[in-house]
């Protein structure tokens, strides 16, 4: 039997699915709108989405007519979340997070350069910053993001030497010799701060959580208000936190730290 390219077993019609499921980031679209971004017929984008509604993926507003994700895929994302190690026994200590500073604390995890969002614990305060489970945000402006980029070799090149970074607010760090140099400086003390640099108005603490092999696995946040998140509560009191709890976590999932210097025992 001849050798066939993983491309030639593709369903295009499935393809074709999952490419409009992609298109909702938690806003309504309509058919004209999703016809542009697929560059398909709006017959073909009417006939997807009949058949993903048939069965929970996708529901229409009856007062727009635009349409936007149903619960289905809720279901399959809680799923993945149950079966990723790292969710475990992170709810505790995000929990433990939340009791001890009363901010928001959620964990995350990279992919394809982006920071999405696994699980969350939310604070009591009225005024919050609450990530949505699931939500992408791109790493170079998030203190999880910059978790990875710091603490993992050679990604920060991978990701930005041609890509350009996007300014979101006037703090957002866009030059990639003033992002190595902020990368350094939380190598150095262990933790990451976003500064309101993707929203104006939040403030964000992070740490790495490693895995039995040392490699980072997912980042370890607490966010809230800049209103609350002062410089000095951030270096006495949430980074402290943040630091000790990652390393809790890290532990529970097999990491070892390494001996201080000069301990030999």
Do not use: W
Not at 67 to 80: F, I, S
């Amino acid at each position: 039997m001849p050798h066939k390219e993983k491309n030639d077993y593709l369903i295009q019609s499935v393809s074709h699915a999952l490419d409009l499921l992609e298109q909702f980031q938690g806003q309504e679209l309509g058919v004209t709108e999703l016809s542009a971004r697929l560059h398909l017929q709006k017959n073909r984008v009417f006939r997807l989405l009949a058949t993903l509604m048939s069965r929970g993926y996708v529901e229409q507003n009856p007062v727009t007519e635009n349409y936007r994700l149903g619960l289905k895929p809720l279901g399959l994302a809680q799923m993945v979340i149950r079966n990723i190690g790292l969710l475990g026994p992170s709810r505790a200590i995000l929990r433990e997070i939340v009791d001890a500073c009363d901010e928001t604390a959620y964990i995350s995890t990279l992919k394809d350069g982006h920071i999405i969002y696994l699980d969350i614990v939310e604070t009591t305060n009225t005024v919050r910053v609450v990530p949505r489970i699931g939500f992408r945000l791109p790493a170079y402006c998030t203190a999880a993001g910059k978790v990875y980029l710091a603490f993992v070799e050679g990604l920060v090149e991978k990701l930005y030497t041609r890509a350009p970074m996007q300014a979101f607010t006037s703090t957002t760090i866009t030059a990639l010799d003033n992002l190595k140099l902020e990368l350094s400086i939380i190598a150095r003390r262990g933790y990451a701060i976003d500064n309101e640099e993707h929203d104006t108005g939040v403030r964000c603490v992070a740490v790495p959580v490693r895995d039995y092999t040392a490699q980072v696995v997912g980042a370890l946040s607490i966010s809230g208000p800049s209103s609350r998140f002062s410089g000095e509560r951030i270096s006495q009191e949430l980074a402290p936190l943040i630091l000790r709890e990652g390393g809790r976590l890290s532990e529970q999932l097999g990491f070892k730290p390494p001996a201080p210097a000069g301990n030999h025992s």
